[in-house]
């Protein structure tokens, strides 16, 4: 979200790569979308508030964005 926090580059690719895989996209949905009941769940699945506040940071740039897929 422009001006709020960063978009989380680690969680969207992947969700790209399970998406080649049928199996692995139903297990990928499951876990992030049909398996909590919060926005809230959902967040702190992704890395609670700790990792919006990475996200905000780098949004910010007080923090450098790390390459995806290479951690943070």
């Known amino acids: 979200m422009p ?20 199996d692995e996209l139903e297990r990928f949905l499951d876990k992030y979308i049909y398996g909590v009941s919060t926005f809230e769940e959902y967040v702190e699945l992704c890395g609670g508030a700790e990792r919006i506040e990475q996200l905000r940071k780098i949004e910010l740039v007080e923090q450098p964005a790390t390459p995806a897929g290479q951690g943070a």
């Open 3 to 22: 001006y709020l926090y960063f978009s989380d580059e680690e969680h969207l690719a992947e969700w790209m790569r399970v998406e080649r895989d049928p």
